[in-house]
């Protein structure tokens, strides 16, 4: 937990926090990071959107939505979530834990509660507003126009999966352009949210850079 | 605008905030509501999320998942957009609002903008907290119980259209009960919300109350 504490600045006055932020149900049935989660979703979605609001001034809300989905997705989120290496932190029993998303924000709830606004900013603008993103839909756009320019086709997406965990849907959608071999895969809450994870991811093995 | 700013209890030092979360673009290319309600909308989510965290400290993440859209979702946002009777202060250009629930989200966004979270707060809990509502997601469930029990079938939902604004999805959908004339129509983001907002009108006509 220290060391946890060290990585990202602060000192938890309630430890208890910490720990139910980082504790697995498999572990645990009695505080698990949960209910953190829900908390720091919406605080995290707040501090990124009061931020890119002020920051960008003469945008419209189309390209501020698009640009929060940016740094809020949970592919995002996970990159972070390997730099902090918070899974190393984590309580579980045997479990594959895949969705370390919820993991950071649970810890944003903690933070949250445990040192107010002050401190969840200082946490978010370092670990997740620290880059420059591009708004999340132009992926789209930008495989496109690689495809009509160098293959003169149009990419295809398609579902591979569908499911429902509580009350959150999980897609998972491919997307391949004729004559190239590699692939892009991406999970969303709705459809359109994997496609343009599948954009970018494919758009990233042909480039060969990651943006 | 002063009438406005009496009913709303709130006297805003940058008049051209409320001015701008009032303005339709029909009316004005410049500044309109529309910016103020993306900040709007994840501040009014957060505040709710934030008290609802604190009163039911011993609820799961799910229960207050629901909970949280039966005050954040749109048809509950007109009825307290009605109250205030926002319409009437709104500029527009020969246009049929119905989405009314964007004024005051925009409001929202201004009043946080002009006042802070002291102000905000204080908004929400007097307009939007001031009811005891049920976790949105029951509804379904006490529809299907009604119907099992007094018709001996499940209810019957079917999507009426499937619209995309931008980047959100409008779903419709109606609700039907074989043996009852009444029916339940609802918007939702996606199919469950409009499910469930068309299973709460339904249940509404029937008991011949609202809740």
Known sequence: MQELEKIIGYEFKNKKLLEEALTHP????????????????????????IY????????????????????VNRNYLKK?????????????????IKRTDKFIEAI??????????????????????????????DYKNLILNYSLKNKGVVPEYKVISEKTYHNKKEFVVEVRIKGIK?????????KKEAEIIAAKELLQKILGHTF
Do not use: M
């Not at 709830?109 to 999340?136: C, M, Q, S």
């Open 182 to 190: 590699k692939k892009g895969k991406g999970k969303g809450e709705n």
């Open 80 to 96: 972070v979530c390997d730099e902090i290496q918070i899974i190393k932190f984590v309580k579980h029993k045997n479990c594959n």
């Open 108 to 137: 944003i709830g903690a933070l949250y509660l445990d040192g107010g606004w002050r401190v969840v900013k200082k946490f978010i603008k370092r670990f997740i507003l620290n880059r420059e993103l591009e708004p999340l839909k």
């Open 26 to 49: 498999s572990y645990s049935n009695n505080l698990t990071y949960q209910r953190l989660e829900f908390l720091g979703d919406l605080i995290l979605d707040t501090v990124i959107g």
């Open 52 to 71: 890119l609001f002020k920051k960008h001034k003469d945008k419209k809300e189309e390209f501020l939505t698009n640009l929060k989905a940016s740094y």
